[in-house]
């Protein structure tokens, strides 16, 4: 045997051949690798930036952005500051996006169980459904909502609905309740909250006694009627206190001859587009995971549901369903997640979500420093999104596995 | 007691039936009230939308948009004088189609029948089909509706290839498919100096043919790809589990759409001034890298899912573990997920129509900025994306049935 230097050998093996030495080479070369492989590129942005005078940093933030917005949630002016506008494109963003996700919950989970339909023409309308809104593009599904929404009459032959609601090429235009006065307003919304909260837990108290006793408690009816009570005593109450109601309901009426629509509250044409094609496409996905999720169930649970006398909505609800839950909900979050990130296509149909406004924003501000912000932004609405989901996941986990 | 016995019992129909036309509308629609009311309601709504659209697609809609749009749905600008002066350019996406022909013909050839066989035979039917549509491009002559035609003949001489020459085997036709995706680049991309192969620069590259290009380029590395993050996700190197976890967590965690603009407009920083730049390039490496993170949690999923016992088993035979990874591990992993596996192929494919924001022309943007450039067909912007709709929804769906055949002959799920 050749002689091997001792310097070499590691634990009687020679080093070329020890599998931990290996294993720690090929990651140390590996992570060298990465780190200068980043790093030669922000070698080469910084080197950018100072010979081409790029702009970069995040002084622009304070400066005012002097571009309006589209659409937005919260009030919104040119002159207001980047990161101001910058805030509100993300609300754009988060309120379609939560909006998305509760609406398209809710249509995937009656098309899954429509799937699952013993009657034949139900599962079949809800197969197509999913079959064709699954497999088209969504952009190609926004596109043919924008143009089916322009091709509604214009505001002054728009159609109205009884007075109240005004449909058409611009939006849709609702009665909304708006404040009379900041401090009423405010209060009755605090007991509204209060008056939930004590709805919920009457709820939830009479739901335990009705599963201990086994006695009809109507658990349903007794919240929801004590909190619209304590909502209703708290507005009286406040009516008679400041004199007037706290909220008064603001109809729209169309404005002249300018085709504008003021008072109400109107949800712009490319926010409909968007949230319809969200959610049909979204929900399209649910669907088939829902439909998964009740397969998974054993056939003998809602069997026996049934043999014990619930009604196949029952049997439905406490039986089938929370045992489903189990294998719903983790891709059912990342369906939720999917949808954030689609709401990105909202650039498209000219609606101002982060993505859009972003866009527009690396015009007059340093690109690299927007494109930080945005990956950030996104990033912490994804890692929120999937903490909230996975907590319930928790709870849903049997005991003990 | 007698009495009893003697009154008959009280008498019960048999069973419904539940046999013929009237047996199953009633197991299958009428089996309860409520059954029957939404089967009514349904009804009545199904039939309202079916009338309402057939009126719509026959009577009111005016198809001469896809008609006058025509060829340019499937290569774009590429034929136009600008993209390639002076001589006709449109033999060269016609030839790439007759190499995937030849070698749809080689795959149907090695696997004898089934699914294979059905699309290799669509595939080669549809473009031959493509000689009798209206194509108003500025070009198009006896010449390329020959070369459509030939497409018949190139997949039986693919289908010759591998029954009766030593390349009808499935490795050395991945080897050829590989080998002719290259070609097909080349041919499309040109060659400065070779006549009749004057480069066309990438930005005339559009229609279906950059949607099929961009997905087969991503379908092709993302595999692999996402199968080396999910096994450095799931090794034991905790210096490679961390890179790929934050690769992984990173382009999952952002919009692809965000990921291609960046494309544009940080990438070219991050490279020296003088480094040769493609636009088209950046945005398949950009959705092939998003959609190898999602691959690599699909793969992560079957590997999960895998028996301990399997890998177990292999190590106790002696086997080293590249070869437990490799013969054991990963082809039980990516069968249990074929499902998951073609799902994101599809999503890829249809996001490959997201390249309109870095201002490529593909299927949906060509449509599109057709009609912002030709307001008189602003009113058939319904029937341009029903055509769209329709078009991408054959391609996804064929993509899904020949999953379902592949599983059937895996036969996952029945071992």
Redo the contacts between chains.
């Keep these: 045997m050749a002689a091997i230097p001792r310097c070499l050998i590691y634990q009687g093996i020679p080093i070329w051949r020890h599998v931990r030495v290996i ?1 720690w080479a ?3 070369v ?2 060298v690798l ?1 780190v200068a492989l980043v790093g030669w ?2 070698a ?2 910084s080197n ?2 100072g ?2 005078e ?1 702009p970069s940093g995040f002084d622009f933030l304070s400066r005012a952005y002097q571009t309006p917005i589209g659409h937005h949630f919260l009030p919104y002016e040119s002159s207001d500051s980047f990161l101001y506008a910058f805030v509100v494109a993300a609300t754009n963003t988060l309120t379609v996006a939560i909006a998305g996700i509760i609406l398209a919950t809710a249509l995937g989970a009656l098309v899954g169980v429509a799937r699952m ?6 599962s079949k ?1 809800a197969l197509a459904y999913v ?2 809104f699954r ?7 926004l ?2 909502w924008f ?2 929404i ?2 509604l009459p214009p505001v002054e032959d728009g159609y109205v609905i009884a007075q109240q609601v005004y449909v058409n090429n611009a939006g849709l235009s609702l009665p909304w309740p708006t404040a009379n006065g900041f401090d009423a307003a405010v209060t009755w919304l605090g007991l509204a909250m209060v008056a939930v909260i004590a709805g919920v837990a009457v709820y939830v108290g009479l739901g335990r006694r009705e599963t201990s006793t086994g006695k009809a408690t109507h658990a349903v009816v007794m919240g929801g009627s004590t909190a619209i009570v304590i909502a209703a005593a708290s507005w009286l109450i406040i009516a008679a206190v400041v004199g007037e109601a706290p909220f008064a309901i603001s109809q729209p009426a169309p404005q002249g001859t300018f085709g504008r629509i003021s008072g109400g509250f109107t949800l712009p044409g490319g926010l409909i587009v968007l949230l319809i094609g969200l959610v049909v496409y979204t929900s399209s996905f649910i669907a088939e995971i829902v439909r998964a999720g009740i397969q998974s169930v054993n056939r003998g649970q809602p069997e026996a549901a049934r043999a014990l006398g619930l009604s196949p909505m029952k049997a439905l609800r406490h039986v089938t369903f929370p045992q489903a839950m189990r294998v719903i909900v983790p891709p059912l979050i990342s369906q939720h ?1 999917n949808l954030t ?2 709401s ?2 909202a ?2 149909i000219g609606y101002s979500d982060l ?1 859009n406004v972003a ?1 527009t924003m ?1 015009q007059t501000a340093p ?2 420093s927007i ?1 930080l912000l ?2 950030v932004a ?2 912490a609405m ?2 929120t999104f999937s903490l909230i989901g996975n907590l319930y996941n928790r709870q849903l986990r049997l005991k003990g596995s | 007691m007698a009495m009893n016995l003697n009154t008959a019992p009280a008498s019960e129909l048999p069973p419904r039936s539940t046999r013929g036309m009237a047996g199953w509308m009633h197991a ?2 009428f ?1 309860s009230r409520f ?1 029957s009311i ?2 009514v309601a ?2 009545v709504a ?1 039939a309202a939308a079916l009338w309402f659209g057939l009126r719509w697609i026959f009577l009111a809609a005016d198809w001469t948009l896809i008609s006058t749009l025509g060829g340019r749905f499937i290569i774009g600008q590429y034929n136009a004088e600008s993209a390639c002066p002076g001589s006709n350019c449109f033999w060269r996406p016609q030839a790439v189609l007759l190499l995937f022909t030849v070698l749809m013909g080689m795959a149907w050839g090695i696997t004898g029948r089934g699914v294979v066989k059905q699309v290799a035979i669509a595939t080669a039917a549809a473009a031959a089909a493509f000689t009798f549509l209206p194509y108003s491009l500025d070009r198009m002559g006896l010449d390329v509706r020959l070369l459509l035609v030939a497409n018949l003949p190139a997949l039986a001489v693919g289908w010759g290839l591998a029954r009766y020459t030593p390349l009808g085997t499935a490795r050395r036709t991945a080897i050829l498919g590989g080998s002719a995706f290259l070609l097909a680049l080349v041919l499309l991309r040109g060659l400065p100096g070779v006549p009749g192969l004057q480069p066309v620069s990438v930005i005339y590259w559009g229609g279906l043919m950059l949607n099929l290009l961009l997905a087969v380029s991503g379908i092709m590395f993302s595999l692999p790809i996402g199968i080396a993050l999910a096994l450095g996700r799931r090794g ?5 589990k961390l ?1 790929c976890v934050a690769f992984i ?2 382009f ?7 990921l291609l ?2 494309s544009q ?2 990438v070219p ?5 003088n480094f040769p730049q493609d636009s088209l390039f950046r945005a398949a490496v950009v959705i092939t890298l998003f959609s190898a993170a999602y691959m690599a949690e699909n793969i992560r999923g079957g590997l999960q899912a895998l028996h301990p016992g399997q890998v177990e088993a292999a190590r106790a035979l002696g086997l080293p573990s590249w070869q437990t990874t490799l013969l054991i591990s990963l082809p039980q992993a990516i069968r249990n997920v074929i499902p998951a596996i073609v799902g994101q192929f ?1 999503s890829l494919f ?2 490959t ?2 390249v ?2 870095i201002g490529m022309l593909d299927l ?1 943007a060509i449509g ?1 900025s057709f009609i912002q450039g030709n307001t008189e067909f602003l ?1 058939n ?2 029937e341009l ?2 055509f ?2 329709l078009v ?2 054959v391609f ?2 064929s993509m ?1 049935y020949v999953s379902r055949g592949i599983e059937r002959n895996l036969g996952v799920g029945e071992r």
């Design positions: 294993e090929a990651q140390l590996s992570g990465v590129f922000f080469n942005i950018a930036i010979e081409r790029i339909s013993s009657n034949w023409l139900v309308a079959e064709f497999n088209v593009p969504l952009l190609v599904q596109f043919f143009y089916l322009l091709s997640l990130k689609n990105s296509l650039g498209a993505t866009k690396t690109a690299v494109f945005i990956m996104y990033l994804s890692l | 299958n629609l089996s059954n939404l089967t349904f009804g199904l034991q190197l905790p210096v490679v890179l967590e990173i999952r965690g952002v919009p692809l759409i965000t603009f960046m407009v940080l920083l991050a490279f020296p001034e599809i249809k996001d129509s997201l309109y924001i949906v599109r009113d912007a319904l994306f029903v769209l709709a991408f929804w996804t769906c899904s």
